[in-house]
């Protein structure tokens, strides 16, 4: 099927939500093209889920009214160069972006995109198709590469030079040459771009199940060390007998090892795949899922080992509380990007704690109590964080690492999870056999600090089994009191 063809079937596919606003548009005397992403996607064989419209006059006040008339959101996303956005929930979500077209012609607008993919135009009336294609941008579609329209494009807007990344990554395409050497230069700037920009790109990244191809590309370029500055320390920094990496290479690794195992879950994970894919599926700001913060994690888990690489007179390499400077640095990434709250708590929680499921082994596996602490610590983190745990294991096979060792922290990870599914089946709002008024009044304890304490000891016993009645409880306060040394009794 050729160009022409592709843009015929393309078209008459279209939905009437799309048909309809075209037509209206049409029937107002606007003269109206097709462009970018829907273009693209219809010479690529792909379905038109949204919609780019230029117009050629200011499109805003016409937009507005015909959301109003049909009953669909509406926003204006950029005043001044009038670019507004058309919201519709039937028969899915999708949006209709209207602008004014820039410059005096179709192909003056063309020329400041980025990409020759996405610089065609279609414009068509009743049976009457016109495509412009000023750039090659069809023969490029047909040959897989990406090239730049303009390089002043780029560098006055820096954080384009990400989209090459990202449309590399989603539609298979080769990068040009070209399109490569420019990124050596715009990428300098992007330190002086919005962090929420930057962000914004990096969403659409992560979102792919092959993120790690992306994020590798990036470093071979050098984009990596201007958006993710903290892990540039990481390169080079040696590790102890239980890796085969360097902290950077193995952190790359971890985000590799995350999305393969998603990917293809390993047969002893595999009873736990329904809550895991929905947990990680789960949107927790503005369409930023779990699982996408998770490979930032992944990414960040040890950026403070740099920072705390030490080695005694034997040669023997520790990173002791390393995660705590690795969590300040994700604090300052979730800054930079200005991150929802959401997704920089689930991080900081994420990377403070990633080592504690496989340092809790012993004699070959998990305690409960480990399990308990582990997942009233993280909440709805702690399934994320395991998946993560066991990533950061899969990228550690240096010497020290046996077959043993790998199926103990399998057994930690089922012990972890197993565990936090019994939690979740438990009835919702549970009470504890007596209560902090009850342990005041029993044993002569002022209000404060201590009573939280005692009620969290409390309810760690009783899902542990150790503590069921009030009798029960009340001996368990005492001994925990006397251990105290008879603490304000």
Known sequence: MNADQKIKTAIKSLPPCFTDAINHFHNLGFKTWLVGGAVRDALMGKEMLDLDLVFDRNPVAAASQYARDSGLGFATLDEERKIARIVGKEPGYYTIDVALMQGDSIEEDLGRRDFT????ALFWMGDDINVTDPHGGIDDIG??????????????????????YRFALTHGLVIAPETQRLTAYAQKLLPDCPGERIANELYHILKSPESYRAFLQMSKDGVLDYIFPEMTGMRGVTQNHWHHLDVFDHSMETLLKLEETLSQPPPWL?????????TLDEKISFGITRGMALKLAALYHDTGKPGHRAEDPSGKVTFIEHEKLSEKFTGKLAKRLRLPGAVTSGLSAIVLNHLRP???ISEGKISPKACYRYNR?????????????????????????TDERRRQEEMAIIDLLQFIEHEEAKPAGGRLPVTGKDMMEKFNIPEGPLIGQLLETLREAVSMGDVSSEGEAYRFIDKILEERGGLNR
């Not at 993919?117 to 065609?120: E, F, G, M, S, V």
């Not at 897989?144 to 090459?164: A, G, H, M, Q, S």
């Open 143 to 164: 040959d897989n590469i990406l090239r730049p329209v303009f390089r002043e494009t780029f560098i006055k807007d820096p954080v384009r030079i990400l989209r090459i």
């Open 117 to 120: 993919l996405n610089a065609i």
């Open 377 to 401: 610590d993280l909440g709805e983190w702690a399934v994320p964080a395991s998946i993560l745990c066991y990533a950061d294991a899969l990228a550690t096979r240096g010497p020290r690492v």
């Open 270 to 278: 595999s009873p736990f795949a329904a809550k895991i894919f929905a």
């Open 358 to 360: 496989l340092n809790a």
